[in-house]
């Protein structure tokens, strides 16, 4: 099993680009979740989806959009890139709302 | 925003030296997280805690839930070169939600 991955790990665009990035879970997970890690900073929520067809933001949802394409699989959305999205973006699933499991992450610069 | 303070922001210590670190809220959490991050990768849950008081032992790591069920603490016993990384508390909420809080940079020099 390979657990939780994300495509691509690394990625540069510049503002007002868009891009979406990939997850994939291979756990038969429910729920499934988008965060961003900044410097110095824990993670951060934003947006999650409790089950297959739901989705609902978390504390930093502007900017994004999310899909759930399938119980697998989990899009995130930057429609119009600004560099105050640069950041690392992890995915995570979890059966029910206990452990999650993190995928390794992709690294968005914007320009 | 974050309502989680923890501390030291980082720590650089000797290979065999004991490390301790805490977590404290400005809210009463039900339930106390922590996660380690390996340098490039996402965050592993490392020991889950649940009830105020209550005291969990994973291998080497110890941590405790406050009994004002705002704060946590988690111990590293015989530190080796392995627990290099950042340690994160966590609060679960509602809907699976977590809560992140800044997180403790653990450096051990060999």
């Known amino acids: 099993n390979a657990g939780v991955t994300q495509t691509p790990k690394f990625q540069v665009l510049k503002t007002g680009q868009s891009m979406t990035l990939q997850c994939a879970q291979d756990?038969?997970?429910?729920?499934m979740y988008w965060y961003r890690q900044d410097p110095g900073m824990g993670l951060r929520l934003i947006y999650y989806?409790?089950?297959?067809?739901?989705?609902d933001k978390g504390e930093v949802p502007n900017g994004y959009n999310v899909s759930r394409l399938n119980k697998r699989e989990f899009s995130l959305r930057l429609e119009s890139a600004a560099p105050s999205q640069t950041s690392v973006y992890f995915c995570?699933?979890?059966?029910?709302?206990?452990?999650?499991?993190f995928g390794p992450g992709t690294r968005l610069t914007v320009l | 925003g974050q309502q989680l303070n923890q501390s030291p922001q980082s720590m650089f210590i000797q290979e065999g030296e004991d490390v301790s670190m805490n977590c404290t809220s400005s809210?009463?959490?039900?339930?106390w997280l922590w996660y380690k991050q390996d340098p490039g990768e996402g965050p592993v849950l490392l020991i889950a805690?649940?009830?105020?008081?209550e005291l969990t032992s994973n291998g080497r790591l110890t941590a405790q839930f406050g009994i004002t069920r705002k704060d946590s603490f988690l111990n590293i016993s015989a530190s080796i070169p392995s627990d290099v990384g950042i340690y994160f508390c966590?609060?679960?909420?509602?809907?699976?939600?977590?809560?992140f809080g800044q997180g403790t940079e653990l450096s051990v020099k060999p």
């Open positions: 756990m038969n997970h429910n729920s």
């Open positions: 805690l649940y009830k105020a008081g």
């Open positions: 989806s409790a089950s297959e067809g739901t989705t």
């Open positions: 809210s009463i959490f039900n339930t």
């Open positions: 966590a609060e679960l909420r509602g809907g699976g939600k977590l809560i």
């Open positions: 995570a699933s979890s059966e029910g709302f206990q452990k999650q499991f």
